[in-house]
């Protein structure tokens, strides 16, 4: 069976998958500005992530949305633990931003990955 072109996907589609891939290429630029280094279980996640929303299988919708919510509260539990650590002027550092920019996209990331009308254009490529 042909895959149809992304762009006759429905919007929650292709802002699922749009925004999960840039939610992951954020999240791996922004460890490496943060800890000056690349970490490869990152990389590795974040490809296999991608090539899993994009191979428009059903379990995989599944487990991206479940990733993109660990990763939104991963963030959430960083910001928590960054204002704890330092109350004063926490909330202004780039960390700080950089955490929240993740949790925005890896939260939006979920919704439209989750959503009932993504899961049926998923179910129906099968």
Request: glycine letters at 4%.
């Given at each position: 069976?042909?895959?149809?072109?992304?762009?006759?996907?429905?919007?929650?589609?292709?802002?699922?998958?749009?925004?999960?891939?840039?939610?992951?290429?954020?999240?791996?630029?922004?460890?490496?500005?943060?800890?000056?280094?690349?970490?490869?279980?990152?990389?590795?996640?974040?490809?296999?992530?991608?090539?899993?929303?994009?191979?428009?299988?059903?379990?995989?919708?599944v487990?991206?949305g479940?990733?993109?919510?660990l990763?939104?509260?991963?963030?959430?539990?960083?910001?928590?633990?960054?204002?704890?650590?330092?109350?004063?002027?926490?909330?202004?550092?780039?960390?700080?931003?950089?955490?929240?920019?993740?949790?925005?996209?890896?939260?939006?990331?979920?919704?439209?990955?989750?959503?009932?009308?993504?899961?049926?254009?998923y179910?129906?490529?099968?």
């Amino acid at each position: 069976m042909k895959r149809p072109p992304f762009s006759t996907f429905p919007l929650s589609v292709r802002l699922g998958i749009t925004l999960t891939i840039a939610g992951w290429c954020f999240f791996i630029l922004s460890q490496a500005v943060i800890t000056s280094a690349l970490a490869l279980l990152p990389v590795t996640l974040a490809l296999v992530c991608g090539v899993m929303i994009y191979s428009l299988k059903p379990f995989a919708r599944v487990v991206c949305g479940a990733f993109n919510v660990l990763m939104a509260a991963a963030g959430v539990y960083a910001l928590y633990r960054l204002s704890a650590e330092q109350p004063s002027g926490a909330w202004v550092s780039l960390p700080a931003v950089m955490r929240a920019v993740q949790v925005i996209l890896f939260s939006a990331a979920a919704y439209y990955v989750l959503q009932k009308r993504t899961a049926d254009f998923y179910r129906r490529q099968v």
